[in-house]
Nanobody, 116 residues
Framework: QVQFVESGGGLVQPGGSLRLSCEAS????????IGWYRQAPGKQRELVAG???????NYADSVMGRFTISRDNAKKTVYLQMNSLKPEDTAVYYC??????????WGQGTQVTVSS
């Protein structure tokens, strides 16, 4: 039973940056695609960025060019570098398998608040 633990969120001004981390409990995570998701108040949870076991990445249009997802399999960790943050990026950010056919239990995520 794999667990994902998110960290790195916080309060940042518009235009600022944050780096989120997602650490998995088992090294087997390296063979699966992993995604960062977010859910803002009153909105549906959405996939923000995904990374395959081979390192290929994809992004939601809303964050393209501003966010970068990466992974370090030796550390069992996936990162989300967020630059040029906007108020609309405010949400709780979660990490999980990228495929809905394989899901760990959703945790509490990490809160990102972008406000001046």
């Amino acid at each position: 039973q794999v667990q994902f633990v998110e960290s790195g969120g916080g309060l940042v001004q518009p235009g600022g940056s944050l780096r989120l981390s997602c650490e998995a409990s088992r090294s087997i995570f390296s063979i699966y695609g992993i995604g960062w998701y977010r859910q803002a108040p009153g909105k549906q949870r959405e996939l923000v960025a995904g990374i395959t076991s081979l390192g290929r990445t994809n992004y939601a249009d809303s964050v393209m060019g501003r966010f970068t997802i990466s992974r370090d399999n030796a550390k069992k960790t996936v990162y989300l570098q967020m630059n040029s943050l906007k108020p609309e990026d405010t949400a709780v950010y979660y990490c999980n398998y990228a495929s809905d056919s394989r899901r760990a239990d959703w945790g509490q995520g990490t809160q990102v608040t972008v406000s001046s």
